[in-house]
């Protein structure tokens, strides 16, 4: 199994080699690969058994592989062709039919790199033992993290403003220049307990509403004098005792931890919560020796293989050969069995994903998770959460690859969310060369990331990017996707093609993005479904809503025809005041059915009595949809999450927003599920669909009983499961609920859709053919 060649050997191969001697006995004990759980089907008798109706399409076709699946996998009734219980584009479910579900494990070779960082980083950071490059801590940085950046929390003084203009890590207090975070500091009976924004100034109470005067700090939160409202000296069970006053507007924002007072700790919220190989250090992850990689889940030569993550779980070890030593030196290979499509997860510096978790001033700030008492999982109502979920599912994932040279896709991990919900959150993350601007600020860190991609690997310019993954999941997409990067894949929530809605539909100043220059941005759509892909928004995962089963109401439950429930702009109490907003869509739908009065008191020109669209915020919004045939699925400021609200509760989607793709439209066969009307149809609407028949109907809610599944992040939920049952015994009720489910989900979905990418994409076939093996037969391949 070790063939070694007698040469000078430089001491890490040699430490490598001892390692390798050492561990090799243990391979017997490693968990077997995981076993195909579909059966290879002979497609030479499925051919026999088909018989194709048209004779003179033999021939020169038939070598297609498109003719021999059409004829085994014809299409419904809706030209679908379902392959998983989901109805897809007939194209893509014969493929997927044919093909994805014969997929054979390969053999590929991991690299298990071992190069060494000068000075271990200092202690103040983690080296990325593939690059042999530090990645710093909050505030540390060059190339062996030695040098302390000063990062301050407040803007320089002015006359009338002590602690410079106002910032969100404003402080008058201590701050911890490591992370721009400010604290109550020495001196106090609580150093760091964390005096976060209006705590430390004073509230002009007699303002409507309630003002914070940022220019006048308020002494009395160090006070040690119980009869006024302190913060940094009070005893929490004092003052829960009533015995001690606090200032009301302090509160613990900081992640970490948990009490009126920040008094508890608790887990912060990492990347995988560190894969159980590193310490979650307030959102960066401080990996144990010879682990790397923002969630600490890569192992190097250094680390014990009897750790290594299942997706790892090698069948053998080869030493490099001779031949390749310059290159392989400094790692060495793993076999493992693997199915395709082969993700490459790029592991970026920090400034892309942990240090915006890591230096966040409002724990719920683009994250899917926090926790809370006893280290409870607490998930969020962040509709931008799909991103963490994506990103972590992608790391732990058996589609995973170490080895870009075996790579189908190459995945580039920056948390968007985290960028904009932080932009102008302290002055080291500040917008003053962007004029404010949120999304012009955004492109640049894109850019950014592409610099380091294309100064570091060699994998961009072989497919000039094509085979590379980016994800936007903020409202505006990757309609501020550097020009650069535009060639990549996007995964986004904000389908436009901009074939009607041609420039930005913010209403949103900060996030418009038609001032962007041509030189940065270039001249693209927000979408092009030829190549990207919408990802459903993240929905909180919570036992109620799994034991409820909306999905499953069945029709005869359903009375309300139609359903919309939202902002319908400036005509009620409370609407949006832009014309812009919705891009006038709502507007339009309130104008012809709105349901409750208007500003002047007025209904919908056709209001009826089983159409509901209404602005008051409902208390019963999940029921309200799940009583309903058809729900309106319109946009606001960019994307909502409507589509996510109404597959989830069984309603018939409604779209209406034109050029915009919804969640796998692309590939999914929408017309099985959903109902699409133009935007200049919308008078005609309710005329419509009270033209589907009861079969018509049932036939939609049926696919929507089936599909459901796919809009759930279940793969990165039972991740999370999976942590808390090893680390605490504990199975909450939304895991045990998961558990249950059975379906693919968006995770299972995104992979097939790569697959069929993988060999579909036009632009493959004019690429010089690299000789792989697929674990496919040949008829399924894109130069077969
Ligand atoms: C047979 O197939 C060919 C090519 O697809 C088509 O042009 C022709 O009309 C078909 N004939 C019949 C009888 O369906
Ligand atoms: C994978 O490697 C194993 C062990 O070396 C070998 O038996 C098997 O034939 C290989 N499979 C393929 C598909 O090459
Ligand atoms: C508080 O607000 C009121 C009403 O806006 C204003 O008149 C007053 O000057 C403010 N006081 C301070 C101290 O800023
Ligand atoms: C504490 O504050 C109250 C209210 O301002 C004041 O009357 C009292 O003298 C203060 N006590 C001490 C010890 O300073
Ligand atoms: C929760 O996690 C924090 C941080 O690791 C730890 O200090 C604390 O003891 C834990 N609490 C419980 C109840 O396990
Ligand atoms: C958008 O489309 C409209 C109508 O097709 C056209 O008049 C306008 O010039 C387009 N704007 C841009 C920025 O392409
Ligand atoms: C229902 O509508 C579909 C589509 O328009 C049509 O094909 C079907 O025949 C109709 N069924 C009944 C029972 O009317």
């Not at 093909?99 to 080296?127: F, H, L, P, R, Y």
């Not at 036992?543 to 919309?564: S, V």
């Not at 939202?566 to 812009?580: C, I, K, V």
């Not at 008191?601 to 919004?621: A, F, I, M, T």
């Amino acid at each position: 199994m070790l063939v070694m060649q007698k040469r000078n050997c430089s001491w890490s191969l040699i430490a490598a080699v001892g390692l390798v001697v050492l561990l090799v006995s243990l391979v017997q004990f490693f968990w077997l690969p995981w076993k195909p759980t579909l059966d290879f089907f002979s497609i030479k008798q499925a051919q026999t058994t088909c018989i194709p109706l048209n004779e003179s399409s033999k021939g020169t076709e038939s070598s297609l592989p498109g003719l021999d699946l059409a004829c085994r996998f014809p299409v419904d009734l809706h030209s679908a062709v379902v392959y998983r219980g989901a109805p897809w584009k007939a194209e893509i479910g014969r493929w997927l039919s044919g093909c994805d579900s014969v997929v054979k494990e390969i053999n590929v070779t991991e690299k298990i790199s071992g190069k060494v960082c000068k000075n271990d980083c200092s202690g103040q950071g983690v080296c990325n033992h593939e690059l042999g490059e530090c990645r710093c801590f909050h505030g540390y940085s060059g190339e062996q993290c030695s040098e302390t950046l000063y990062l301050a929390c407040n803007y320089p003084v002015m006359p009338d403003l002590p602690y410079g203009r106002f910032v969100v890590s404003i402080c008058p207090g201590q701050c911890d220049t490591t992370r721009a975070m400010c604290f109550c500091g020495e001196g106090t009976k609580y150093p760091y307990r964390p005096v976060a924004e209006h705590c430390g100034f004073t509230i002009n109470a007699s303002a409507t509403p309630p003002s914070t005067a940022w220019g006048k700090p308020d002494l009395d939160v160090f006070t040690t004098n119980s009869s006024l409202s302190g913060w940094c000296n009070v005893d929490p069970e004092e003052a829960y005792a009533g015995k001690a006053k606090f200032k009301e507007e302090c509160h613990c924002k900081y992640d970490g931890r948990i009490g009126q007072f920040c008094e508890y700790p608790v887990i912060s919220t990492c990347i995988n919560q560190c894969s159980s190989h590193g310490y979650c250090r307030g959102g960066f992850c401080q990996c144990h020796e010879g682990w790397y990689g923002a969630d600490c889940s890569i192992p190097s030569v250094f680390s014990s293989l009897r750790e290594w993550p299942q997706w790892l779980r090698p069948s053998q070890i080869n030493m490099p050969g001779y031949a390749n030593a310059a290159e392989s030196i400094n790692g060495l290979g793993a076999a493992v069995t693997k199915r395709r499509p082969l993700i490459y997860v790029y592991d970026l510096p920090p400034e892309f994903n942990s240090l915006l978790l890591e230096g966040r001033h409002f724990k719920f700030e683009c994250v899917n998770r926090l926790y809370g008492e006893k280290n409870a999982t607490v998930w969020t109502e962040q509709l931008y959460g799909a991103q963490m979920a994506i990103y972590e599912s992608l790391l732990a994932s058996p589609y995973r690859t170490l080895n870009g040279e075996e790579a189908d896709f190459f995945f580039v991990p920056i948390l968007d969310s985290c960028i904009i919900t932080r932009s102008d959150d302290a002055p080291h993350i500040n917008l003053q060369e962007y004029r404010g601007i949120r999304s012009s600020f955004t492109l640049d860190f894109y850019k950014k990331a592409y610099d380091h991609i294309v100064e570091h690997y060699p994998y961009w310019e072989r497919s000039s990017g094509k085979n590379h993954i980016w994800i936007l999941s903020w409202d505006e997409g990757a309609c501020y996707a550097p020009k650069e990067i535009w060639n990549s894949v996007m995964f986004v929530h904000w389908g436009n093609t901009n074939s009607k809605h041609n420039h930005s539909t913010t209403a949103y100043w900060a996030d418009n993005w038609d001032g962007i220059s041509l030189a940065r941005r270039g001249n693209h759509p927000c979408f092009d479904p030829s190549k990207d892909l919408v990802l459903p928004a993240w929905k909180r995962p919570d036992g109620n809503f799994f034991r409820a089963k909306l999905w499953a109401r069945p029709r005869d439950q359903r009375m309300t025809l139609f359903y919309f429930n939202g902002n319908l702009g400036s005509a009620y109490d409370n609407g949006r005041p832009e014309a812009t907003y919705s891009m006038g869509i709502r507007q339009k739908l309130a104008e012809e059915f709105g349901s409750s009065p208007d500003k002047d008191g007025k209904l919908g020109r056709q209001h009826q009595n089983d159409v509901l669209v209404s602005p008051l915020r409902s208390e019963n919004y999940h029921e309200e949809l799940a009583s309903s045939i058809f729900c309106g699925v319109l946009p606001g400021d960019g994307w909502s999450g409507r589509m996510e609200d109404s597959v989830l509760q069984g309603c018939i989607p409604v779209i209406i927003q034109d050029g915009i793709f919804l969640p796998f439209e692309n590939f999914l066969n929408y017309e099985s599920f959903s109902v699409r009307i133009g935007e200049d149809e919308i008078p005609n609407l309710i005329k419509i669909l009270r033209g589907f028949n009861e079969t018509e109907i049932e036939f939609k809610l049926a696919n929507l009983q089936r599909i459901w599944q796919r809009f759930l992040y279940r793969d990165s939920v039972l991740h999370e499961a999976e942590r808390q049952k090893s680390a605490y015994g504990r199975v909450d009720d939304w895991a045990a609920e998961m558990l249950q489910l059975t379906e693919d989900d968006v995770f299972a979905t995104i992979i097939q859709v790569l697959h069929y990418k993988l060999h579909n994409d036009p632009w493959r076939k004019r690429v010089p053919h690299i000789r792989r093996d697929f674990g496919l037969p040949q008829e399924c391949l894109i130069n077969s």
